[in-house]
């Protein structure tokens, strides 16, 4: 799937997450998905301190840099395609980051309810 033709969760052509550091599951910078993405990397979010150690405790290690899969290693402000059950998950727990609801693939709402993303929505105001 290319940036063109995604669409994000409001309805749009969806837009790069992060290139600083690159993320999405295909490393575009964007949260696209396909069939070989069975974890969904599809939500945009910047990242927290606290939603890291969450992860961490959860078994997903997302601070220690791995340079074999293309990965720095992440600080609180990064952006990140998430997948969508760790978002949720997150949600639940009260730790969930904020979403970039352009950035964030409309595959997202398979498994999350649009309230909660946009109830969680990163603006520059915030």
């Known amino acids: ?21 690159k993320t999405g599951f295909y ?27 969450f992860s961490l405790k959860r078994g997903n290690d ?3 840099p791995r340079p074999s899969y293309q990965f720095p290693g992440l600080k609180e402000g990064d952006r990140w395609c998430l997948c969508a ?3 949720k ?3 639940e727990a009260g730790v969930a980051p904020l979403v970039v609801l352009e950035a964030t693939h409309e595959a997202a709402l398979r498994f ?15």
């Open 1 to 21: 799937m290319s940036e063109n033709t995604a669409k994000n969760v409001l309805g749009g052509a969806l837009q790069t997450c992060g290139t600083k550091p």
């Open 27 to 53: 490393r575009t910078g964007c949260c696209e998905t396909g069939p070989e993405d069975s974890g969904s990397h599809v939500v945009c979010a910047i990242v927290t301190d606290e939603f890291l150690q």
């Open 62 to 64: 997302l601070i220690t």
């Open 85 to 87: 059950l760790r978002w």
């Open 89 to 91: 998950e997150a949600f």
């Open 112 to 126: 999350i309810n649009i309230e909660h993303l946009l109830a969680h929505a990163f603006s520059s105001a915030n």
